[in-house]
């Protein structure tokens, strides 16, 4: 998962809004710790679950992960102001998105994640055309 979030990182394009989806444990955080890195974060990664959101800025990138799994109601987005951080020039790193309902629109990508025996299942897949030339340029990158 790590791997797979630093590959995505060295594609990503500023104002991305990444999905990430799956049961507990099936990966999500150890993406977002593998895409941070990536981009050159050294330090602690944790699910931001009681906080909503933690900002990371890596120049010359700013990335906003957050982890709505605690979340009980899609208005309490609009309560940390979750607009500032989805209209910058910002990543976004969304965990459990489908807790926010409507409020998120839609994700450039969304990560589908599950666990399977052995490992885990993986699904990428692109809502707009910043998304497909993400997955276009990390296709490519695989392939190298």
């Avoid at 791997?3 to 990966?27: D, H, K, N, W």
Wanted: proline share 5%.
């Amino acid at each position: 998962m790590e791997a797979l979030g630093a590959a995505l990182a060295a594609q990503v394009e500023p104002g991305t809004r990444i999905f990430l989806q799956g049961e507990l444990g099936s990966g999500k955080t150890t993406l977002a710790r593998g895409f941070l890195r990536q981009l050159g974060h050294a330090g602690h990664v944790k699910s931001p679950s009681f906080a909503l959101v933690e900002s990371y800025e890596l120049t010359p990138l700013r990335v906003f992960h957050f982890d709505l799994y605690r979340m009980r109601s899609p208005a309490e987005l609009e309560s940390i102001g979750f607009r500032d951080y989805f209209d910058r020039e910002g990543i976004c790193l969304v965990e459990w998105p489908e807790l926010g309902g409507a409020l998120l629109g839609d994700p450039d990508i969304r990560i589908l994640l599950s666990l399977a025996v052995p490992g885990r299942s993986v699904e990428l897949q692109s809502s707009s055309g910043r998304g497909e030339r993400i997955l276009a340029r990390l296709a490519a990158s695989n392939q190298a």
